[in-house]
């Protein structure tokens, strides 16, 4: 008895399987000692422990269900379950565990398992799966047509490729083969050597021709390889169909590659040429003619010279004369850009440039690759110009908030100062008047400081699309009086006079009319502000002849100079800092005026000249003019 226990554990300790007995509730009552030796633990390790705590956390909830199955199964069923686990090492081995349910045999009482490593089976199996999914892949994607046969020739494979040139079907490729499709004069001949191939594996390499439509016919060449087992027994061949149609079209070699080379050159975006030493050129592709305006036939077998700007033709024959280190083939000697070239015209444009040289059985001949990088100067330039104005814009919003710190700033003081006064009594209790002077002076300027935030609100609704208009009919003549009305102080303390010149009978529009009213506020104040004493304002309207209204604010005042137009229509832009101070405002009228226009579908035009005053034109279009019905409806009436 004692000799056939050892005689059984031995058996074990060799044994490429782990057997293990598992109670009831799936614990380890038994494991063999080989366990060291498979996965590198010690029974002890495993003992009295679940399988399920060895096993990968993904697979394990499946594998106490399967040992829960093999528990309820009848006595002496088995099963078969492959799952992960865990080894010694802490690396996860792929197993393989086949179980038998002794539960009820009174000699063993638990469930006999052999616990298998097939981690390398698996891989293998894996390699194998990806092997073939590369190998279908690259067939698939090549660019000749692959097949692969048993040893009887039966085809197990086809390539999309051999499908197109044979103009079979695929699945009839698979259940006749494609040599329906050769040529009938060379089938005889390609029948004639098939045999060898399926007999002792002699690879194939024969040209034949591929019957096509109408009496077409490609030329091919078949090239097949045998494939043996581990064995050398032969279990079928690799054959690829080569279209040769080119090839055997062409008379030699020679004019193959000159071909070949005339396509690729001649397709080629970049203009390429080669010379001689002597400046001779040799070659002139199309890119060329186009870049340069010359005929390949006019500048062949003709120097260079006349694509070269004057200035620069010596140096350029001194290039041709360097001495380079003799190196037999092709390689490059330089890449230059910040050049020019010259075209037939006579203009120069810059290029970038790469040269190669030739040198065969002591010929030398220069490969110029050179293209023509005018756009991309044109972009950079407009990248430059696009990165100055950014810069620009930044300092004029630097400018606007340093303005708008002063503007904000000045009339705060006032009102802090003027309320200090007003709060301590300084001038005393019975200083009445002064006190409502200071209490007006106050109110100036908060009305002042609203308004200037009321600027800043509105553009920046504008600029967010959040500003909406409420339209309705609107008497312009109404709007430019209240316009009137509302600068009138401002234009007497100025010492300007402000004249009206509006056409008769002028129509209805339909607008806003506080956002209308606002513009005009805006182009009057501001040709008060910039009017000396003395000087005059005049506000005009009439109709267009498209239809529309034209509304014109003119004053006699300081103007600007035409450059410095668009300066005063942009964001956080002032045309003189120096200016603005002197005569205060933030700079935000014209912007503000010039986007409550647009909004209503029209454009603000500006002339000026310094020292001339200044005309600013709001036209609006024909959409923009109502009714006198709905003047009328909308007033009630």
């Known amino acids: 008895m004692q000799l056939s226990e050892r005689y059984f554990r031995a058996l074990m300790a060799n044994s490429a399987d782990v057997v293990a007995v598992l109670s009831r509730d799936g614990t380890f009552a038994f494991v063999g000692e080989n366990v060291r030796q498979v996965f590198g633990h010690t029974p002890q390790d495993m003992l009295g422990r679940s399988l399920g705590d060895f096993a990968h956390p993904d697979d ?19 099963g078969t379950y492959a799952f992960r686990l865990r080894d010694g090492a802490g690396r996860w081995r792929t197993v393989e565990a086949t179980g038998c349910n002794l539960l009820d045999d009174p000699e063993v009482q638990g469930m006999v398992g052999n616990i298998r490593d097939i981690t390398e089976r698996v891989e293998a199996e894996r390699s194998r799966r990806e092997s073939e999914t590369l190998y279908h892949a690259l067939a698939e994607a090549a660019p000749v047509g ?55 594996g002699t690879p194939l390499m024969l040209d034949f021709r591929l019957a096509g439509l109408e009496g077409t016919a490609m030329s091919v060449f078949l090239q097949t390889t045998p494939l043996h087992d581990a064995a050398g027994v032969l279990q079928g061949c690799i054959g690829t169909l080569t279209d040769i149609s080119e090839y055997v079209r062409t008379a030699e070699a020679l004019l193959v590659a000159e071909a070949r080379n005339d396509a690729i050159v001649g397709a080629a975006g970049d203009a390429i040429i080669t010379l001689d030493d002597e400046g001779i050129v040799h070659s002139f592709n199309r890119s060329a003619e186009a870049m340069f305006g010359v005929a390949a036939a006019d500048i062949v077998w003709q ?4 694509l070269i700007p004057e200035a620069s033709v010596g140096k350029h024959d001194a290039y041709l004369k360097q001495d380079y280190p003799s190196q037999p083939g092709r390689h490059g000697i330089g890449c230059t850009s910040g050049i020019e070239a010259r075209r037939a015209d006579g203009t120069l444009f810059p290029i970038e440039l790469s040269v190669s040289l030739l040198e065969e059985q002591g010929r030398r001949l220069y490969i110029a690759i050179i293209r023509d990088v005018t756009e991309r100067r044109r972009i950079e330039a407009e990248l430059i110009r696009a990165k100055e104005a950014a810069e620009a814009a930044d300092r004029a919003k630097s400018a606007f908030l340093a303005t708008m710190s002063h503007e904000l700033r000045t009339p705060l003081n006032a009102v802090i100062g003027f309320a200090q006064v007003i709060e ?8 009445i008047d002064r006190y409502t002077e200071y209490a007006a002076s106050i109110r100036k300027s908060g009305e002042h400081l609203l308004g200037i935030i009321d600027d800043i609100l509105d553009i920046s609704r504008i600029e967010s699309g959040s500003l909406n208009l409420a339209e309705h009919p609107v008497d312009l003549t109404d709007v430019v009086g209240q316009s009137l009305n509302l600068v009138a102080m401002q234009a007497g303390q100025r010492g300007v006079a402000v004249s009206l010149d ?46 529309g209204v034209l509304l014109r604010v003119q004053d006699t005042g300081v103007g600007m100079a035409p450059e410095d137009i668009p300066k005063a229509l942009e964001r956080f832009s002032q045309v003189d800092q120096s200016m603005t101070r002197r005569h205060e405002g933030a700079g935000l009228g014209l912007p503000l005026t010039k986007r409550l226009v647009e909004l209503h579908d029209g454009t603000l035009l500006i002339d000026s000249a310094p020292g001339q005053g200044t005309t600013v034109t709001v036209r609006l279009p024909p959409s923009r003019v109502a009714s006198l019905d709905e003047l009328l409806q909308a007033a009630g009436v």
């Open 424 to 431: 301590m009594r300084i001038l005393g209790a019975d200083a």
């Open 502 to 547: 509006l056409e008769r009978e002028l129509p209805p529009l339909r607008a806003d009319e506080l956002r209308l009213r606002q513009i005009l506020v805006n182009l009057l104040s501001n040709a008060i502000k910039f009017t000396d004493a003395g000087g005059q304002v005049t506000v005009s309207s009439r109709q267009a002849e498209d239809g």
């Open 146 to 200: 692959i097949f692969r046969t048993d040893r009887a020739g039966r085809i197990l494979f086809a390539n999309r490729r051999l499908a197109a040139m044979t103009g079979l079907a695929p699945e009839r490729i698979l259940a006749e083969g494609w040599l329906p499709a050769v040529h009938p004069d060379d089938r005889a001949r390609l029948e004639a050597e098939a045999p060898f191939c399926k007999g002792d």
């Open 60 to 78: 394990r909830a499946a594998l106490i269900e399967r040992i829960a199955t093999r528990v309820a199964a009848p006595m002496g069923s088995t």
């Open 303 to 306: 120097r260079v010279d006349r």
